[in-house]
């Protein structure tokens, strides 16, 4: 069964900085791996959608990659905004067209 | 946004009482999921469609049953509810940009349930 892990369980940075969210799984014959943002209360945001063949994905300020040998994956965000304070999950696709998630990132951005 | 809404959006019921939330979309996609999120689990996947009629079970399935009769449709139900189902549900849809395998997920915004 795949484990995903994701870590650290909550960040807190100031307004500006550059940081890193951390998953990991356990196996790594997957088709993709997908970051999302929940904001509370609220559902699920995809934001960066990287395919097993990819080794990264970039939005804006977001970039995504990918080690499937490692069964890792970090998001990149840069230049950190208040905005940007929510939950990020990520999420990996196996075969047999499951998806797995994490348990979340809290990430606050002080002004 | 894809579109998914998923009813009801809030709901308050006894133990042993059935239960059914739907969840409907617009986007004609093939694969729909339900999952449950609860605090230090993470979102866990209930049961899944990839058609009508075609269903399968998810990691967490024990006192779940599902149906879609149309492809907009999905229906979670909880023919008993008890306390452990007290969760947050979430419905989600995948695209389809590889053939058979689903890809991107789209989700609804929510169902909190709560069991007394």
């Known amino acids: 069964k795949q484990e995903v892990t994701q870590i650290p369980a909550a960040l807190s940075v100031p307004e500006g900085e550059n940081l890193v969210l951390n998953c990991s799984f356990t196996?790594?014959?997957?088709?993709?791996l997908q970051w999302f943002r929940q904001d509370p209360g609220k559902g699920l945001t995809s934001l960066l959608l990287?395919?097993?063949?990819?080794r990264e994905q970039t939005s804006g300020r977001l970039n995504a990659s990918l080690d499937k040998s490692s069964g890792r994956s970090t998001l990149y965000i840069a230049a950190s905004q208040p905005g940007d304070s929510a939950t990020y999950l990520c999420?990996?696709?196996?075969?047999?067209?499951?998806?797995?998630f994490g348990t979340g990132t809290s990430l606050t951005v002080i002004p | 946004d894809a579109g998914i809404t998923q009813s009801p959006r809030h709901k308050v019921t006894e133990t042993g009482t059935p239960v059914t939330l739907r969840c409907h979309q617009t986007?004609?996609?093939?694969?729909m999921y339900w999952y449950r999120q609860d605090p230090g689990h993470g979102l866990r996947l209930i049961h899944y469609s990839y058609g009508v009629k075609d269903t399968d079970k998810g990691e967490v399935s024990d006192g779940y049953s599902v149906s879609r009769s149309k492809t907009e449709d999905f229906l979670l139900t909880l023919e008993s509810a008890t306390s452990s189902q007290t969760s947050v549900y979430f419905c989600a849809i995948g695209s389809e940009q590889r053939g058979a395998v689903a890809d991107t997920q789209y989700f609804g915004p929510g169902t909190r349930l709560t069991v007394l």
């Open positions: 196996d790594s014959a997957i088709y993709n």
């Open positions: 999420a990996v696709l196996n075969t047999g067209n499951q998806f797995y």
């Open positions: 986007e004609n996609h093939r694969y």
């Open positions: 990287i395919q097993s063949s990819q």
